[in-house]
């Protein structure tokens, strides 16, 4: 399988690839190319013009930064998977990304790329989510940051304009607890519905392939600020979410897992 | 587009479409056939070889994206004179492989792995395949040979 034909050009820095992207209405990044490559040979993505960010070794890091961790967009999965920083200190991290897909697409893979490619279905963003993290976008109009909340907007849609760059990934250190639980069938498959749980002073809920976009649970959240039990909390898990239906499973039974995978989450935070 | 890179050892430029995907440069280009085109889609791991030293699946790299790099294929494990690999003859000892075409991915991907690996046992070899399929469903004697090539190569616990 091709996808269809496109130009290519190899950025030299940040300002260079900022440069080239802009150069053309329809061109993409690439990076590890592992969500994009798929997508452009079901020709579900067709960039007249790719801009391999592959080389830009600067942006390939795991910094401790005092109150939170500094990871560099185009870090492999596979690293961090290993990091012995994250391992220490944001341990949820090297687990859900051990998580993704296989050793050989972790092998290729960034943090970045899933990141910026913000699907639903994916583990890192949920998990990211959820850990209050934020997104460093450099752009034509400078350096900005935005808050994991307002950055995944909807089916493979981010905060990212068209001309900006994931640079950088901010993750708050401080996490207590925290639980990863995902449901798939067999190995290597994405999550039917994943849940993401941490507490940071308060506890955050955030769920994988429950929607669009990865999403949190502001119903299980309310619920837990107010004194409910575990059990409670978790009842109220889907509240106002609509999951879709597909064929690995129906809306009712992806409410059904997200209450169930909810509580247990909480139970192994307590 | 000009695309070189470094196949088992001997270097090759092609020009190619941006487009090319690796394992078709690796196969048609260059003309080494022992990897395998399975489902095309990342899932099945038979296109697996080694990009400078880790196991990729080549149907998602793109040709140019590897552009200086150093790829091993199956053909780049035995030696010169035939003696095969410590992986290709535990496979073949402890009959690792049936129709045989889910092999050379086995045999890369297992290369990779042990590597990485120190420790290796059985769950973490089932674990660590998770991402090559074999459709004869050979995964016992898979997983046998994977464990018998890592203690020969003295990277056992």
């Known amino acids: 399988m091709y996808p269809s034909k496109f130009d290519y050009v190899r950025a030299l820095s940040v300002d260079d690839a900022l440069e080239k992207i802009a150069s053309d209405e329809e061109a993409k990044f690439i990076a590890g190319g592992h969500s994009l490559v798929p997508l452009m040979k079901f020709r579900l993505a067709t960039p007249s013009l790719l801009v391999d960010i592959g080389g830009l070794h600067d942006l390939s890091y795991i910094k401790d930064e005092g109150d939170h961790l500094a990871i560099g967009a185009l870090t492999r999965h596979t690293e961090v998977e290993h990091s ?81 760059l994931l640079v950088e990934i901010k993750v708050p250190k401080g996490v207590s607890s925290w ?20 507490k940071n002073g308060s506890t ?34 889907a509240e106002g979410i609509e999951p879709p239906s597909d064929l690995n499973a129906s809306s009712e039974f992806r409410v059904h897992l997200a209450k169930v995978l909810t509580r247990r989450a909480l139970e192994e935070l307590s | 587009m000009k695309v070189s890179m470094k196949i088992n050892g001997v270097e090759y430029e092609r020009d190619v479409e941006p487009r090319r995907l690796l394992v078709h440069y690796i196969r048609e280009d260059v003309g080494l056939t022992g990897t395998n085109v399975g489902c095309d889609t990342s899932s099945c791991g038979a296109c697996t070889v080694l990009m400078d030293g880790k196991s990729v699946k ?15 294929t199956i053909e780049g494990l035995a030696e010169p004179d035939g003696t095969l690999h410590p992986l290709q003859r535990a496979f073949q000892e402890c009959h690792g492989l049936q129709c045989g075409y889910c092999t050379p991915g086995m045999v890369m991907a297992s290369l990779s ?24 469903t050979g995964y016992h004697n898979i997983v046998k040979a994977v464990l018998q090539a890592a203690d020969e190569m003295g990277v056992k616990a």
């Not at chain 1, 963003?125 to 909807?154: H, Q, T």
């Not at chain 1, 639980?179 to 290597?188: E, I, T, V």
């Not at chain 1, 409910?228 to 898990?237: P, Q």
């Not at chain 2, 792995?113 to 004869?136: A, Q």
């Open chain 2, 113 to 136: 792995l042990i590597k990485e690996n120190p420790g290796l046992d059985e769950r973490k070899v089932r674990e660590g395949l998770e991402g090559n399929l074999c459709r004869c």
């Open chain 1, 84 to 164: 012995q920083l994250l391992q220490a200190e944001l341990p949820m991290l090297s687990y859900v990304a051990s998580l993704v897909g296989d050793p050989q697409v972790r092998h290729r893979g960034t943090i970045g790329g899933s990141v910026a490619h913000g699907d639903g279905a994916s583990d890192l963003p949920a998990a990211l989510l959820a850990l209050d993290a934020s997104m460093i976008a450099v752009g034509p109009s400078g350096r900005r940051e935005i808050p994991a909340k307002e950055f995944f907007k909807g089916f493979l849609e981010t905060a990212l304009s068209p001309d900006e």
């Open chain 1, 204 to 237: 955050k809920v955030a769920f994988v392939n429950m929607g669009s976009s990865p999403l949190r649970s502001t119903g299980c959240e309310d619920a837990l600020r107010s004194g409910a039990t575990i059990e409670e909390a978790a009842e109220r898990a």
């Open chain 1, 179 to 198: 639980s990863y639980k995902k449901f798939n069938r067999r190995a290597q498959d994405w999550a039917i519905v994943g849940v993401a749980a941490v």
């Open chain 2, 58 to 72: 080549s149907c998602t790299v793109l040709a140019v994206q590897a552009e200086g790099a150093e790829i091993t």
